[in-house]
T-cell receptor, first 113, second 116 residues
């Protein structure tokens, strides 16, 4: 079982709408949790990073939240744009070793006009 | 150009052949990584390197060899390619290690490898 589970697997929304992507993890203790955006045919690009003591982090229209007690994180996208169409990957880095960084499978978001 | 570049972008090879994927970064980052990305799996770490001449295995190292004689280069070699190694390979680099906030990994554009 993957230690980082993301939901939904895929999502289609209308341009201008908001959406929230979920990430549940079991990695513990962890150093940080990141959200990456991966456009089709490209490498992932970091959107936000949070340590276990932080519970929210924003990057423009992207806002990530973290609940370390329930081991859940979410990525909220406000006023979606066509360019938001991509996969969004949750990544958890454990405290004990970078070799154990765990990537979620990702949520594939499609924004349609 | 500054950044991290991979070559080739696409490669088709035959089973049993040796193939090398190249990765070059211009930031002088200490850490470099190779991942593979397959449908139904998150990115999985193959090998990583904390500095020149220091490499270590990741989650799925079997069938792969790496070297790092220079800080900026981190080639990945498939010694005898198998169909199960058909995948998209990503190289990444970062400044810091696990406990550092500078653990953002900057990824290359990927190499799509097909083994026939």
């Amino acid at each position: 079982k993957n230690q980082v589970e993301q939901s939904p697997q895929s999502l289609i929304i209308l341009e201008g709408k908001n959406c929230t992507l979920q990430c549940n993890y079991t990695v513990s203790p962890f150093s940080n949790l990141r959200w990456y955006k991966q456009d089709t045919g490209r490498g992932p690009v970091s959107l936000t990073i949070m340590t276990f003591s932080e519970n929210t982090k924003s990057n423009g229209r992207y806002t990530a939240t973290l609940d370390a007690d329930t081991k859940q994180s979410s990525l909220h996208i406000t006023a979606s744009q066509l360019s938001d169409s991509a996969s969004y990957i949750c990544v958890v880095t454990p405290s004990w070793g970078y070799q154990k960084v765990t990537f979620g499978i990702g949520t594939k978001l499609q924004v349609i006009p | 150009d500054a950044g991290i570049t991979q070559s080739p972008r696409y490669k088709i090879t035959e089973t049993g052949r040796q193939v090398t994927l190249m990765c070059h970064q211009t930031w002088s980052h200490s850490y470099m990584f190779w991942y593979r990305q397959d449908l139904g799996h998150g990115l999985r770490l193959i090998y990583y390197s904390a500095a020149a001449d220091i490499t270590d295995k990741g989650e799925v190292p079997d069938g792969y060899v790496v070297s790092r004689s220079k800080t900026e280069n981190f080639p990945l070699t498939l010694e005898s390619a198998t169909r199960s190694q058909t995948s998209v390979y990503f190289c990444a680099s970062s400044e810091g290690g696990t406990t550092s906030r500078n653990t953002e990994a900057f990824f290359g554009q990927g190499t799509r490898l097909t083994v026939v």
